[in-house]
């Protein structure tokens, strides 16, 4: 079945550490986006990539880093300079890039739990 | 930027009956999806309606775009519809920039 797979599901972090957080999709959709939802909370944008090798900060995109070196993938990578790392980061995806891709849905993930030991 | 409210903030039923959430948003969308957040984080995609009428079961929304709110009816509730229910809008930046923007959601608890 077609569909975006995050995982892990949970990750726990050391200070001082980088985490990856893994984001796939066989939908073959070009834009793909990462948003962080905190307790109580909406999502909000931290990163997103219209086609492979482009990618443009969205909101909240200080303390992370992503790639898109392929179409299906876009990786997330927590690093120590993000303060308040624990949060549910969830992956989306939509059809068409540029203008194209704000007219079409997102469909999402199933997300991955973010704590801080 | 744009600003997306939701009201009510918060919803007790009984099951088997109706309600109705509204989205209200502060300027021009070219994108508006309704989803559920169930209890275990999975966000489902309900309704992709940034305008005109849309039914699918027991769910029914409704965007009237140029007065700037959306509603979800839900009808004849069952305990498997607890959870929260996000409303989110997209615009065209000019296509420099492409996010979905959240309200706060409607958390939605239906007792048996």
């Known amino acids: 079945d077609g569909g975006i797979t995050q995982s892990p599901k949970y990750l726990f972090r050391k200070e001082g550490q980088n985490v990856t957080l893994s984001c796939e999709q066989n939908?073959?959709?070009?834009?793909m986006y990462w948003y962080r939802q905190d307790p109580g909370q909406g999502l909000r944008l931290i990163y997103y990539s219209q086609i492979v090798n482009d990618f443009q900060k969205g909101d909240i995109a200080e303390g992370y880093s992503v790639s898109r070196e392929k179409k299906e993938s876009f990786p997330l990578t927590v690093t120590s300079a993000q303060k308040n790392p624990t949060a549910f980061y969830l992956c989306a995806s939509s059809i068409g890039a540029w203008r194209e891709a704000s007219n079409q849905p997102q469909h999402f993930g199933d997300g991955t739990r973010l704590s801080i030991l | 930027g744009i600003q997306v409210e939701q009201s009510p903030p918060d919803l007790i039923l009984q099951e088997g009956a109706n309600s109705t959430l509204r989205c209200n948003f502060s300027d021009s969308v070219n994108n508006l999806q309704w989803f559920h957040q169930n209890p275990w984080g999975q966000l489902i995609n309900l309704f992709y309606i940034p305008s005109g009428t849309k039914q699918n079961g027991r769910l029914s929304a409704t965007t009237v775009a140029t007065e700037r709110y959306s509603l979800l009816y839900i009808s004849s509730s069952q305990t498997t519809d607890s959870g929260v229910y996000f409303c989110a809008v997209g615009a065209d930046y000019g296509g420099a920039t492409n996010k979905l923007i959240f309200g706060t959601g409607t958390l939605l608890a239906v007792q048996p």
């Open positions: 939908l073959n959709h070009d834009a």
